[in-house]
């Protein structure tokens, strides 16, 4: 037999041999894992998509994802949500997770298992490695948990906005490479539908890089920054004159802390010969415009 492999730049795979000479699964369930393996993280289709996707039926994708369920490649968990709810999540996996019937290796030999049969992962295992930590002595673990998150995420969005642009096709590592990009547009609060009207529209012919397409319009006409919100302008009243104070409670002249008379520059005297003057005025209104002695 001769095999005759082409190089390959993009849109590939790289699976265990192992995994793919497994005897022990048909070749029916040895595809179906190979298709599983090449779709990116975040991927959702279940059996029933397999099936109608497929030349086979329902029942010979059943069968293939029981043997791969047993076989340690395939798993399905469910996960009880805080609100009560179940979601289920599947796990897909290039070597087994556990192996039913595999032979562990005695302790100071060598490994007597069968010939062809896949390592084993060991789910349990504690890294030899300590993880690394701040300056402060706590685990970054949950910091790159969440990057990761914020990773898959975009990848699983910049997807769906492709997948109707068969022009598009990118491969997981392309996507990783876009996802920065993406995860900026999220932060800035855009959503599927403004990328798709920033990345389908409009595309050239032919289509020579779409990785290089998609990255310079995801930078040209990335929106622009949220402002930051303005804290909203807070005050108390005091809680007998009512005037303007700083934080609730009474004001300083309430408490005979400060005098409330007005005393920058001359306001007092110019507002005390005001007031005389107006008594004036009015006296001589009420007088017919007489002293008031005489009045008198």
Same mark, same amino acid.
Request: glycine share 8%; with cysteine; charged share 25%.
């Given at each position: ?26 070749? @029916? ?10 779709r990116?993280d ?9 099936? #109608?996707?497929?030349? &086979?039926?329902?029942?010979?994708i ?26 289920? =999540? ?11 019937d595999? @032979?562990?290796?005695?302790?100071g ?16 295992? &504690?890294?030899s490695?300590? !993880?690394s930590?701040?300056? #402060? ?6 910091? =790159?948990?969440?990057?990761? =998150?914020?990773?898959?995420? /975009? ?14 096709c ?9 996802a920065?990009?993406?995860? &900026? ?7 599927r ?30 929106p ?5 919100a ?11 004159c009512? #005037? ?16 409330g008379?007005?005393? /920058? ?18 006296r001589?209104?009420? @007088?017919?415009?007489?002293? !008031?002695?005489?009045?008198?």
């Amino acid at each position: 037999m001769r095999v005759h492999r082409t190089e390959h730049v993009r849109n590939f795979t790289v699976l265990p041999n192992c995994m793919l000479q497994y005897r022990r699964l048909s070749y @029916t369930a040895r595809g179906l894992l190979a298709d599983l393996l090449s779709r990116p993280d975040g991927w959702r289709e279940d059996g029933r998509h397999m099936a #109608d996707s497929s030349p &086979q039926g329902r029942g010979a994708i059943r069968k293939a994802l029981k043997e791969l369920t047993d076989a340690g490649f395939y798993r399905v968990e469910k996960i009880r949500m805080p609100d009560g709810t179940i979601r289920t =999540e599947t796990h897909v996996y290039d070597t087994p997770w556990s192996a039913p019937d595999a @032979t562990r290796p005695a302790p100071g030999g060598a490994a007597a298992g069968r010939a062809g049969s896949p390592p084993v992962k060991n789910r349990h295992k &504690q890294p030899s490695l300590p !993880a690394s930590s701040t300056e #402060d002595g706590r685990p970054e673990e949950r910091e =790159e948990a969440s990057e990761a =998150e914020e990773v898959r995420e /975009a990848v699983a969005t910049l997807f769906r906005v492709i997948r109707s642009e068969p022009r598009l096709c990118l491969g997981e590592a392309e996507a990783h490479e876009l996802a920065p990009l993406v995860a &900026q547009w999220l932060e800035r609060g855009a959503t599927r539908t403004d990328l798709a009207h920033a990345l389908l529209p409009g595309l050239p012919v032919p289509m020579h890089s779409a990785t290089a397409v998609l990255r310079y319009r995801l930078e040209h006409k990335m929106p622009p920054a949220r402002p930051a919100a303005r804290p909203a302008a807070r005050y108390a009243e005091c809680a007998k004159c009512h #005037d303007p104070v700083p934080r609730p409670g009474i004001c300083r002249p309430c408490a005979g802390l400060t005098s409330g008379v007005l005393t /920058a520059g001359k306001g007092a005297e110019v507002a005390i010969a005001g007031a005389a003057r107006v008594r004036t005025a009015l006296r001589s209104a009420m @007088t017919g415009g007489r002293p !008031a002695h005489i009045a008198a």
